[in-house]
T-cell receptor, first 112, second 116 residues
Framework: QKEVEQDPGPLSVPEGAIVSLNCTYS??????FMWYRQYSRKGPELLMY????GNKEDGRFTAQVDKSSKYISLFIRDSQPSDSATYLC????????????FGRGTSLIVHP | GAVVSQHPSWVICKSGTSVKIECRSL??????MFWYRQFPKQSLMLMAT?????????EQGVEKDKFLINHASLTLSTLTVTSAHPEDSSFYIC????????????FGPGTRLTVT
């Protein structure tokens, strides 16, 4: 079992839909949880981060962490074609080098 | 702020030659930089962690003599792919962690290497 599991998709939705992206993990030491957006042939861009459990909202994006279930989510409201990209979750433990473990990414396609 | 650049963005080289990729933090100092490799539709694979002024730490399975990393200053790390072969063709991405920072990494735009 991989430390971080993420469905690669693709996930295809119509413009305006609410998108739910998820990751599960097995390492209970993870405390920092991040979501990156990566456009084709570009480097990842940090979208959201949370520490420990809870929700965090930023505009159309909401990140949720459920440590009891080892499950994290990213919600995108009012999705736009410009949101079409690959979304990678990443997580790291505290202390040490904080080197994150990445999921393989979910490809999202928002069609007009 | 927190911009990381990579050069070149795309390079084609012949088998057996060496290629150097530069990673620069433009508006912050980065004690630690990371080098990743990414295959199509796959996640980022960490190759090595580069610390300014010291030897890089390579992940298991990554040949340190093939992928030479130098982090000579707080804003520049280089990755040299020596004696490149077609199987080294990939997307190489660097990231930088701000000096004094913890978990947050800022990624470069990536370099696509094609070895013919």
């Amino acid at each position: 079992q991989k430390e971080v599991e993420q469905d690669p998709g693709p996930l295809s939705v119509p413009e305006g839909a609410i998108v739910s992206l998820n990751c599960t993990y097995s390492n209970s030491a993870f405390q920092y949880f991040m979501w990156y957006r990566q456009y084709s042939r570009k480097g990842p861009e940090l979208l959201m981060y949370t520490y420990s459990s809870g929700n965090k909202e930023d505009g159309r994006f909401t990140a949720q962490v459920d440590k009891s279930s080892k499950y994290i989510s990213l919600f995108i409201r009012d999705s736009q074609p410009s949101d079409s990209a690959t979304y990678l979750c990443a997580m790291s433990a505290t202390g040490g080098s904080y080197i994150p473990t990445f999921g393989r990414g979910t490809s999202l396609i928002v069609h007009p | 702020g927190a911009v990381v650049s990579q050069h070149p963005s795309w390079v084609i080289c012949k088998s057996g030659t060496s290629v150097k990729i530069e990673c620069r933090s433009l508006d912050f100092q980065a004690t630690t930089m990371f080098w990743y490799r990414q295959f199509p539709k796959q996640s980022l694979m960490l190759m090595a962690t580069s610390n300014e002024g010291s030897k890089a730490t390579y992940e298991q399975g990554v040949e340190k003599d093939k992928f030479l990393i130098n982090h000579a200053s707080l804003t520049l790390s280089t990755l040299t792919v020596t004696s490149a072969h077609p199987e080294d063709s990939s997307f190489y991405i660097c990231s930088a962690r701000q000096t004094g920072g913890t978990y947050e990494q800022y990624f470069g735009p990536g370099t696509r290497l094609t070895v013919t």
